[in-house]
């Protein structure tokens, strides 16, 4: 014998119906089955609507029962081309009559609230029972009442089970192909219909299961079976094949609407097993729920969540060792009926958590307040708080038990994404691990505890771009030539989240087109960065990762904030970590308490892992004596091109051309920008260094230092043209090269142009190359030489792009 029950979307129409009709025929024939029917969709809350409205003397509930009862004898028609509604003009009577007294006394009782909701399951198995007699196929109606006995909690009764085994034992004989009964509903011992309150079709189901010994049971619905998370949240979830009794009583308690708690108890103690099957999707994947299983299993079977919770914390240093605070704090909440979901205390005894649904917030301070009146007026405890606009997430697995490591990494890595953990719980069972975490963090914590804890998916990256310039282009370029292979070789999802210029910008959550970037870009909205970053926030999005591809002081100075909201940053903008001591400290101590990270690499020598390759040093124990460098692939370009039959300014200008320069090529002439690369090496090797301790010699002669604009910089160079002649005539006659040199060696960092003689590294350097020798106490002998371009926005881009991947292989 199978169990089967129809939840309300699979009898919500006279299509979904007719669904069910055809899995009836099919299955018919194997074994005797059981048919437990919900009310048709959106039906049992119109019953409590018309009688919530008759209770206030609302008429316009008489209209309301007309078109229930019109859209039942439609339904009815239309299933079995029968005219004759009878049987259900029949039981609307009634239930006007009933309604027509609620309404005349202004009173609804329990009892009677009861009647009226029955109807919606007593309507919709007389009808499919009648459609299924049409269809040829061998089926009995059977009133539930007669057989599941109650006590008399009306709303929410429970199953007297020695009266209710000694009933359907009785019927069992009787039962035909096919016995249809009504879920939801039963009566008392007096005979009066009672409901058996929220899943009650489900209980109902489970219930005949286990008494008239059920092979299985399944749940029919409109999804698939349970899914390792709300796939309304978390796009990646995926169904469950198998899961166990205790997995299945976890997740639907913290969220999975699919079953209802209490309705599996009586299949787990037949040890019946459950299948969950999506009525409109028969011969699709499903889940089966049985005792136990071991092949393969992996701990988190799934990840469940609940919205809208208030947590409430009691707390005072009279509360330690005095067991009736936590007797008296759940005796108040049990006898004002408001459920608790989640208790966790400190081992202190000084404060104790109770997390509970926000609807029943205010109830809660007001019995809680009233039971301790006396203690929190005399200070022994303390007023008690309650945060709202709360949400739970639980990880759910029956194998997480005796499993090290499962708690660190749920909680490291929603650390790493800036989510605060309000209140932790976990029973000795350690079948989950629940959390508190505000409500505006639950997608993000839901969809970055999949990617972790589900190896098989993607790890998603959100990129958030400001600069699209010559180097900002190459960049987005080189992601959209990339992500199918990262995704596909690597399971790195890189996403481009919204892109931003000096005007615009242009957001699309699930990832911006970029082959059409720079038209979405021009069709975008106005923008300042103020405005980027207030929308970037907004989004809450994991993993994310700002990218600042200018110049701009402005933008560098937000990296802090992003940085202390978990937000990685990936810049080629020297400004940040060039700025005082203090400033660059507080970055690199705000990455360290928020879990986030900032990357410069292309700060130095565009794509050359110099810095990555310093940090590489410093980390396995390595001290570094001396650098020397030619740092500046900008001014190797103009001293390798320059020999005097053109102007340097021309020089100047063809390097601009090629993107080898700044915007404004005097940052790159006058030093500065060398400058800000030795220092940047100096700290990253460990020391505390500032601007102004950097001696410099300038190659510009002095009034070309001065110019106020562009323009007239290069007129200036073309006015002191013979001193750039002389300079490379004078080194011409060692035959020696010009270089821009950067050292730091005893404490002393300096930078001046400098002629290299044919025995150093340096002479060779090609175009706009970089070199950086590092003198250690490993490398003593010879240094350690990091050699290439230095300088270009292909490479440029590459060094930004790869600090995005060492983000996403974190």
Known sequence: MKVLKFGGTSVGNVEAIGKVAEILRKESGEEQLVVVLSAMSGVTNTLISISQKAAVRDASYESDLQALEEKHCTAFKTLTGNSNCFEISKLFVRLTEICRGVYLLRELTPRTSDYIQSCGERLSSYIISENLKKEGLQVELFDSRKYLITDKKFGGANVLWQSTKAALQELKPQLAPISVFPGFIASTSDNETSTLGRGGSDYTAAVLANVLGGSQLEIWTDVNGLMTADPRLVPNAHLLEHVSYEEALELSHFGAKVLYPPSIQPALDAEIPIWVKNTFDAHGPSTLVTKEWDDDKQAICG?????????????????????????????????????????????????????????????????????????????????????????????????????????GKMFNTLGRNGISVKAIAQGSSERNITAIIAKPDLKKALNTLHESFFLSESKKINLFVVGVGNVGKAFLSQVQRQQTMLAKEFRVDIQVVALANSRKSHFHEDGVDLVQWEQLLDKGNDSTIETFIAQMIELNLRNSVFIDITASKTIAEVYQELLEMSISVVTPNKIAATREMSKYLSLKYATKKYGSQFLFETNVAAGLPVISTMNDLFKSGDRIHAIQAVLSGTLNYLFNNYDGTKPFSSIVKDAKKLGL????????????????????????SGRKWEMDQIEQVSFLPEACEQAKDLEEFYALLDENEDHFKAIYNDAKAEDAQLRVVATFKDGIAKLG??????????????????????????????????????????VTASGIFADVLRIANQ
Request: glycine share 6%.
């Open 303 to 407: 990840i469940s969540s609940i919205q809208d919770i208030a947590l409430l914390n009691l707390s005072g240093a009279s509360m330690v060792g005095i067991p009736s605070f936590s007797f008296r704090l759940f005796k108040a909440l049990s006898e004002a009926k408001i459920n608790v979901i989640m208790i966790t205390q400190a081992s202190s005894e000084h404060s104790i958590c109770v997390g509970i649904s926000k609807s029943d917030a205010h109830a809660a301070l007001e019995v809680i307040s009233e039971e301790f009146e006396t203690e929190i007026s005399l200070h022994k405890i303390d007023k008690l708080i309650v945060e709202e606009d709360l949400s739970v997430v639980a990880l759910v697995g029956s194998h997480m038990k005796n499993q090290v490591g499962i708690s």
């Open 661 to 684: 320069t700044e915007p404004d090529p005097r940052l790159d002439l006058s030093g500065e920008d060398v400058m800000r690369k030795l220092l940047i090496l100096i700290r990253e």
């Open 753 to 794: 142009l400098e002629k290299v003689q044919k025995s150093h590294p340096f002479y060779f350097l090609e175009g706009k190359d970089n070199i950086v020798l590092f003198h250690t106490d490993r490398y003593q002998e010879q240094p350690l030489v990091v050699k290439g371009a230095g300088a270009g926005a292909e």
